[in-house]
């Protein structure tokens, strides 16, 4: 598996696109992109399964 398959994974498993998820968390969408190229810290990681969770719920 690449550098952060899950939080890749979460983010199509939940229909949603990559700068929705940016823009949740406050970033510009090639920022999250350059982030998501190296290993993400946990602490980040749940900042985006949380965000992942809030959009879901807005569906």
């Known amino acids: ?3 952060n398959s899950d939080v890749k994974k979460a983010i199509r498993t939940a ?3 990559f700068w929705e998820v940016a823009q949740e968390l406050g970033l510009a969408d090639s920022t ?3 982030k998501l190229r190296f ?3 946990e602490d980040f990681k ?3 399964f949380k965000a992942i969770e809030k959009l879901s719920g807005r569906r």
């Open 46 to 48: 749940d900042s985006i």
């Open 15 to 17: 229909d949603l696109k």
């Open 32 to 34: 999250l992109s350059r």
């Open 1 to 3: 598996m690449g550098l």
């Open 39 to 41: 290993e993400l810290t």
